[in-house]
């Protein structure tokens, strides 16, 4: 069985910091997404990352996939209370379906 | 709006007793899961669709039942309620059998 690990498992920061929060496994996946989720609504995806040591960004937001394709990290630049949320990571394994963490709660104050 | 509709929004039912949970995938997506989150255990994969037919099971208890119907809805069947089902039900639905997940806003079960 793959798992996912995140952490922290909770955050709260004040609005202009930068955050970063991991997801790690011992299991190698051929990609990777992230998703948010907002009290009250479903997992909204921010971004599926596939090639070992990619960087993807939006806008103030990076995501790095490990050279080995096990872990991935999610840095947030100058954090803003509409970046509040629950951070989820989902591994999509070679032939298996989806594994989540348990996620990152984050919470940015004004 | 992701397009996943699920009904009912909430619902309140006591131990022992069954419901049925409905989801309508995104236009034109084939495959439909199932999730259960709660506090303790996070997002937990319980089944999947494809086009009709069963395509991959995860934690889902033999009380618990799901099809795909040909127009491609999606029932999640609970039977036997335990307080500990009580729950936020997620469906999703993609395009193929992998790729994005587009999440409906959940059916949450309260089971007293």
């Known amino acids: 069985t793959q798992l996912l690990e995140q952490s922290p498992q909770f955050l709260s920061i004040q609005e202009g910091e930068n955050l970063t929060v991991y997801c790690n496994s011992s299991?190698?996946?051929?990609?990777l997404q992230w998703y948010r989720q907002e009290p009250g609504e479903g997992p909204v995806l921010l971004v599926t990352?596939?090639?070992?040591?990619e960087v993807k960004k939006l806008k103030r937001l990076t995501f790095q996939f490990g050279d080995a394709r096990k872990d991935s990290s999610l840095h947030i630049t100058a954090a803003q209370p509409g970046d509040t949320g629950l951070y989820l990571c989902?591994?999509?394994?070679?032939?298996?379906?989806?594994?989540f963490g348990p996620g990152t709660r984050l919470s940015v104050l004004p | 709006d992701s397009g996943v509709t699920q009904t009912p929004k909430h619902l309140i039912t006591a131990t022992g007793q069954r419901v049925t949970l409905r989801c309508s995938p995104r236009?034109?997506?084939?495959?439909v899961y199932w999730y259960q989150q709660s506090l303790d255990q996070g997002l937990q994969f319980l089944i999947q669709?494809?086009?009709?037919?069963?395509?991959a099971k995860g934690n889902i208890l033999e009380r618990f039942s799901a099809q795909q119907f040909p127009d491609l809805h999606s029932e999640l069947n609970l039977s036997s309620l335990e307080l500990g089902d009580s729950a936020l039900y997620f469906c999703?639905?993609?395009?193929?059998?992998?790729?994005?997940?587009?999440f409906g806003e959940g059916s949450r079960l309260t089971v007293l």
């Open positions: 989902a591994g999509h394994g070679y032939g298996q379906n989806f594994v």
């Open positions: 999703a639905s993609s395009v193929g059998v992998s790729g994005e997940l587009f």
């Open positions: 669709y494809y086009n009709g037919e069963e395509r």
């Open positions: 299991s190698v996946f051929s990609s």
């Open positions: 990352v596939v090639t070992g040591g």
């Open positions: 236009s034109g997506d084939l495959s």
